[in-house]
């Protein structure tokens, strides 16, 4: 009968390790998940994006950049108050990840991505309330 607690010990070990990882998978796609517009919002209010205020024919735009270690988010909104996003580049390492444009047909500020997971952006990483 000890082998068959010893079978049992290493049952129970491997599922607790395998719990934990389906766990974590599970937080990581939840704190990576946004929106279009939720992740132009974090940019908007992270305390080290740089603004940039462009007008062309009386039409006013605005640029946002914001870097991290390895990651660079370029937002582009239209509008005094930044009515409408124009253009999101998510680019790791100089190569872009993701890019939302406004014109592109099916674009939609509602349809979701995934952050990387090294984001200061992720809900893990900062509460912010909109």
């Given at each position: ?6 079978i ?18 599970i ?53 005094e ?50």
């Amino acid at each position: 009968m000890h082998w068959f607690n010893g079978i049992k010990e290493s049952i129970t070990e491997n599922l607790e390790e395998w719990k934990e990882t389906v766990f974590d998978w599970i937080r990581h796609r939840y704190n990576t998940k946004v929106t279009i517009q939720e992740c132009a919002y974090r940019i908007l209010h992270h305390p080290t994006t740089r603004k940039k205020r462009l007008e062309y024919l009386g039409l006013v735009f605005h640029l946002y950049v914001l870097e991290e270690e390895s990651l660079t988010y370029r937002l582009e909104t239209k509008g005094e108050h930044d009515e409408e996003i124009m253009e999101l580049k998510i680019i790791k390492d100089r190569q872009v990840i993701y890019a939302y444009y406004y014109h592109q047909e099916n674009s939609n500020v509602t349809q979701t991505i995934h952050l990387p997971e090294d984001s200061s952006l992720t809900i893990a990483s900062q509460n912010l309330v909109h």
